[in-house]
């Protein structure tokens, strides 16, 4: 095995430093996600969710449904990693998620797009070089039809640490 240089590998700094968040500021997320059929079985299934429901479309037919509902844990990780580009991709602890609303079912198929509002962003005042900001992230379908809301909370390093 060779040895290898890690100063060749200089860390890049990415995302946002506490300065950067503002009450009321919007992030519009980048271009969404389509949730597949083979997402929503994996994601299932890879976390032991064996609800028919979400596995067996003959199941959810009968329910009234078109196709099978996608496990609503996959949408809310899926729209959380929506946004982590534009609001934690810095790092900091993520301090907890409240309010979250499952509006309408998810299908095999639709497309997720999501938003986020900065409700607050404060000082922390047991750890002076960040801060806590919490945001209101809506995700919508390709009809604009709003499928999640949740609100997110993490500590935020300020710049120049």
């Known amino acids: 095995m060779t040895d290898v240089d890690l100063d060749s590998f200089p860390l890049m700094a990415k995302g946002r430093g506490f300065e ?42 009968s329910l009234g449904h078109p196709d099978v509902v996608v496990n609503p844990m996959l949408v809310l990780c899926t729209v959380v990693g929506l946004s982590v580009e534009d609001l934690s991709e810095a790092g900091g602890p993520f301090l907890g998620m409240e309010d979250v609303v499952f509006h309408r079912p998810v299908y095999p198929g639709d497309t997720l797009t999501a938003r986020s509002e900065v409700v607050s962003a404060v000082e922390s005042s047991s750890r002076p070089r960040d801060g806590i900001v919490t945001w209101r992230t809506e995700a919508r379908n390709q009809r604009g039809d709003l499928v999640v809301s949740y609100r997110r909370t993490n500590l935020v390093a300020k710049r120049g640490r």
């Open 20 to 61: 950067d968040f503002g009450e009321g500021q919007v992030f519009r997320h980048h271009w969404g996600r389509t949730i597949t059929t083979g997402d929503n079985a994996l994601f299932s299934t890879a976390t032991c969710n064996w609800n028919p429901l979400h596995l067996n479309v003959e199941y959810a037919r």
